[in-house]
């Protein structure tokens, strides 16, 4: 008897994760990243003004992801968070990179990047549009086999969200000139990828500067349509506690035009969306092809009288709409359960986690070097009983815990000796986060503080930790400068009173 038990067990296959995975050839995978998206303006996140058909079919057919966060409400860190699957204070990028060659600091120096992972695997890789996780974009970058972005240096940081005109790009390093609708051509180059001859599964990171400012320009097709409803949509907030860093980031007299441009931005991107779907169901590519769509960060468009991110008021703000981005995702049914709504708490670098564990087959469920952990389990449908309880996210010396109930910013100071300051945010009362509160019951204020200090002792490097950021090289020493004006203005308003 015991050697039938044996025999038999020898001779049923254990099913894994992995076995499930691999089952076929690994997939492709596009991740379309949006810039400056927040989660509020979509759709399928519940705003029913704005016209995004594309990508609410993607989300009723796929994966939507209601508490998906970012880990640095700014471009470069959250990308370079992307990129390496790391926090700002491990991979030392903490703030917006300007592109000139005096501000280069060997930025991501030593760091391995997703797409050197997937070359490794076996993939064919492209970057298409917006890379700023560095201060070149120009230069192509470790492990894509296509590069195309943009050529700041030679047309001036701005000319790259000319959302339609024309834009000087970087093609694998030669010069390249386009005018038209950037997203078009973009898709267009995406495609172009998609149908090259090679046998090797692709990766695409697709990167829309929509629906960054400028809030103008957007084909007037898309405008119109919102102009008549702007004031419905959002009108301007009223202010909160943190005050605006600069007189740009106050609501503009022309709010209504540039909020309706905003939108046309989201409704662009998602004219893309369809495009590309089409594309792969043209070429009988569904069947084997994961598409994801993310953005880097929210934005601030009126919500508390402001326009910005992070860095639209001083301090820093970590409000839920510039940390809260769309995360949907959508492929077959041998990767995912159809039709579902996810309510875990979940970040950017968990994409990063995720696409790696698709690639190699179901061996990367947690990351060895960042806080990620791969969503597949999730994306199949699965109760995770032990899934994380909070999400961070850091500015600086700024760093954030939430559990979705209470938000806790806490604030490091120059001296290393100084205790930090704290500030309590009860999201469920009416104010929301417009004034910061008193701490909850000393039990949960002692476990999300603790949380937030074991998070950050993993999760970091004493050269690029933010609690250190006065030591960082430019432009992460702008954090400084910011908290020296704020401190001056804050005196000056107390001589003033």
């Not at 760093?399 to 490091?412: D, I």
Request: aromatic share 10%.
């Amino acid at each position: 008897m015991r050697i039938l038990v044996v025999l038999f067990l020898f001779l049923v296959p254990r099913q894994t994760q992995a076995d499930t995975v691999s089952a076929g050839k690994p997939p492709n995978i596009i991740v379309i990243m949006a810039d400056d998206h927040g989660q509020w303006a979509l759709g399928a996140y519940g705003l029913k003004y704005i016209q995004t058909p594309n990508l609410d079919w993607l989300a009723q057919n796929g994966v939507l992801f209601k508490n998906a966060m970012s880990v640095a409400p700014v471009c470069s860190p959250a990308r370079a968070s992307f990129y390496t699957g790391k926090m700002p204070s491990q991979h030392g990028v903490h703030d917006f990179l300007s592109e000139e060659a005096e501000f280069n600091a060997n930025w991501l120096k030593g760091e391995t990047l997703l797409s050197e992972h997937l070359q490794k695997s076996g993939y064919r890789t492209a970057l298409l549009g917006k890379w700023h996780a560095t201060t070149d974009s120009a230069v192509k970058q470790r492990g894509f086999d296509r590069w195309l972005s943009y050529d700041a240096r030679r047309a001036g940081w701005q000319n790259q969200y000319a959302h339609q005109g024309t834009v000087y790009f970087s093609d694998d390093g030669k010069p390249l000139t386009q005018t038209g609708v950037q997203g078009r051509f973009l898709t267009e180059e995406a495609i172009k990828f998609m149908d090259r001859d090679d046998p090797r599964p692709f990766y695409i990171s697709l990167n829309f500067v929509e629906p960054h400012f400028p809030f103008a320009g957007l084909p007037e097709r898309l405008v119109d349509k919102y102009r008549p409803i702007a004031q419905k949509v959002y009108r301007a907030g009223d202010a909160s506690d943190l005050p605006a860093r600069m007189v740009g980031n106050l609501v503009p007299e022309d709010h209504e035009e540039k909020l309706a441009q905003y939108l046309a931005a989201v409704s662009l991107i998602d004219d893309q969306v369809g495009r590309l779907m089409d594309a792969l169901q043209g070429r009988d590519a569904l069947k084997d092809t994961i598409v994801v769509y993310v953005a880097d960060h929210g934005l601030l468009v009126g919500q508390y009288g402001l326009y910005g991110k992070t860095n639209a008021t001083a301090p820093a703000n970590f409000y839920e709409d510039t940390i809260r981005i769309p995360l949907i995702f959508y492929g077959p049914e041998r990767f995912m359960r159809a039709r579902q709504t996810r309510f875990e708490m979940v970040s950017l670098i968990d994409v990063h986690t995720t696409i790696r564990d698709f690639a190699t087959g179901g061996q990367q469920a947690v990351s060895s070097y960042g806080p990620g952990h791969s969503l597949m389990p999730l994306l199949k449908g699965k109760r995770q009983t032990d899934w994380r309880q909070y999400n961070y996210a850091e500015r600086g010396n700024l760093r954030m815990v939430t559990n979705g109930n209470w938000k806790l910013v806490r604030a490091y100071q120059r001296d290393q000796n100084a205790p930090p300051v704290d500030t309590w945010y009860d999201l469920a009362s009416p104010m929301a986060e417009r004034h910061a509160t008193v701490p909850p019951r000393p039990a949960l204020a002692t476990k999300l503080a603790g949380a937030l200090e074991k998070f950050f002792k993993r999760y970091e490097t004493p050269e690029h930790s933010g609690r250190r950021i006065w030591d960082q090289p430019y432009p992460n020493a702008r954090v400084k400068r910011e908290m020296e004006a704020e401190k001056a203005a804050r005196k000056d308003r107390d001589k003033a009173q």
